[in-house]
């Protein structure tokens, strides 16, 4: 057998291999007949054995519970019973949200063996839509940024970010096909992007934070992560919608997210390059990797300034974050205070000593540069800058998250696509920023930018070739006052 025909013949039975089909694929295949939720779940868990030794993204795993889940779902199809769209479709949940029947550990041996006794209302909503929860996936120390066990599946050495870290790993090894995640500032697009998978963030108060570890009502938001932008489309559909557990949420008809998102848009988006005031952090290779980009989008994109009232942004998210974990955490830092890590020890201490006006000043602020952003999102479908400052660091930490932390501050809809990858083939995120409230045309626009990159032959996976001395992608530049 020659060279081609062996290549030819794995290239084949990757494909064939059920562990790596998306989440609407195993959805719709299921439904239709043509596979089972065992078979799924089954190849999920052989793919488990042999990646998670070494990837270590799970922080509870039941094999025979998940089995069952699966063997009840094929039943319940089989005897003609009405099927929720993710029906029999295995899910992985950050171990920060409850679940009635597996431990929730929030990742601390503080809360070692903590057992639940109903779901979070994510969990809640994907079990009615007839999906299994397979695990719980590892989520850093409280969902903050001091590193967990997990490994990159794209080189163990390094970090897959964080604090979603074994969700966004999971789906990228094809241990899982979905996964959901939280984010409070960085959580979900980071490790997306170094994982180089899809990871969604959508508006702040659309999906329930109900039975999740609360660390800032203000900034977190519950995040998921797919192979696709219909993938996450299919979750966020699932998820979005009122609670009364969560005052953030609102009682409105859910977006048709799943059918926007695979729509055709009306016009070719078009798209404001935003550097941000963190653009001194991009490290050359995303620099590189933008300016050309930039040039694949031709005139499709432009660059914006966002101008000097964002600069106090991530200072402002800072301390909302500080002070609300230094309150929603202080009977573990009065009970266990030296059992905790460092980093977030220092960050509850700094919480405690933020002025109550500065505090407020901080809050006020996210409404008065909502409106500035409006203005963009007048002219631009979307803002296109980096999902993280570069390729994923060593696993010593999770990486820096301020390319996130503006729009995390200010509560909109972001997406992180695996458009791009570095010269080492290591993931480079690209994340799409939409108008508040404006979800499903964000994913509708993040569809169409995956396809078009995907007809340039310059897709997901391939090397960003240098792109010489262009330090400003783009060629007109535009001015937000």
Not at 176 to 203: H, L
Not at 243 to 249: F, L, N, S, Y
Not at 421 to 431: A, K, R, Y
Request: charged letters at 25%.
């Amino acid at each position: 057998m020659d060279r081609d025909e062996r290549t030819r013949q794995t290239a084949e039975s990757r494909r064939m291999s059920l562990n790596a089909l998306g989440l609407t694929e195993a959805a719709t295949s299921i439904r239709d007949g043509r596979l089972s939720s065992t078979e799924l779940v089954a190849d999920c868990l052989r793919r488990i054995d042999e990646v998670d030794p070494d990837i270590q993204a799970w922080a509870f795993l039941d094999r025979d519970h998940a089995m069952r889940q699966a063997e009840a779902a094929d039943d319940h199809r089989k005897h003609g019973k009405a099927v929720g769209p993710l029906h029999g479709v295995p899910v992985g949940i950050k171990d920060i949200f409850d679940t009635g029947d597996m431990p929730t550990e929030f990742g601390s041996d503080l809360w070692a063996g903590r057992t639940p006794r109903r779901d979070a209302a994510a969990v809640a909503r994907l079990r009615t839509a007839g999906a299994v929860i397979l695990g719980k996936t590892v989520t850093t120390e409280y969902a903050y940024y001091n590193p967990g066990k997990t490994r990159n599946p794209h080189d163990t050495a390094r970090t897959p970010g964080g604090s979603s870290s074994g969700s966004a790993a999971a789906v990228a090894a094809l241990m899982v096909p979905g996964a959901i995640g939280s984010q409070t500032n960085g959580s979900v697009i980071r490790p997306a992007a170094f994982c180089g998978v899809v990871g969604f963030k959508p508006t702040h108060g659309l999906i329930p934070r109900s039975g999740a570890l609360e660390l800032s009502r203000t900034l977190d938001h519950v995040g998921m992560f797919g192979r696709s932008v219909e993938d996450v489309a299919l979750l966020a559909e699932i998820l979005v919608g009122f609670d009364d557990d969560d005052p953030d949420t609102r009682p409105v008809a859910c977006p048709p997210f799943t059918a926007v998102a695979g729509s055709e848009p009306p016009l070719p988006p078009r798209f404001a390059f935003v550097r941000s005031p963190v653009w001194d952090q991009a490290e050359p290779v995303t620099r590189d990797a933008f300016a050309e980009l930039v040039d694949v989008l031709g005139d499709a994109p432009s660059e914006v300034e966002l101008g000097a009232r964002f600069d106090k942004a991530v200072d402002m998210h800072r301390i909302i974050m500080e002070v609300d974990m230094a309150h929603n955490l202080r009977r573990d830092y009065e009970r266990g205070g030296d059992r905790l890590s460092t980093p977030l020890r220092q960050a509850i201490e700094r919480g405690r000593t933020h002025l109550a006006l500065d505090y407020r000043n901080a809050l006020s602020g996210i409404e008065p540069l909502n409106q500035a952003l409006d203005h963009i999102f007048d002219e631009y479908d979307a803002i296109l800058t980096p999902a993280a400052p570069g390729e994923a660091p060593g696993i010593e930490t999770t990486g820096n998250p301020v390319f996130c932390t503006l729009w995390t501050y200010l509560g909109v809809p972001a997406i992180s696509l695996p458009l791009m990858s570095s010269e080492t083939g290591l993931p480079l995120g690209v994340q799409l920023v939409g108008r508040r409230g404006n979800d499903a045309r964000l994913l509708r626009t993040a569809h169409w930018l995956v396809r078009t990159i995907g007809r340039t032959g310059r897709g997901t996976r391939r090397k960003v070739p240098s792109a010489g001395p262009k330090s400003a992608p783009g060629a007109e530049k535009r001015n937000l006052r």
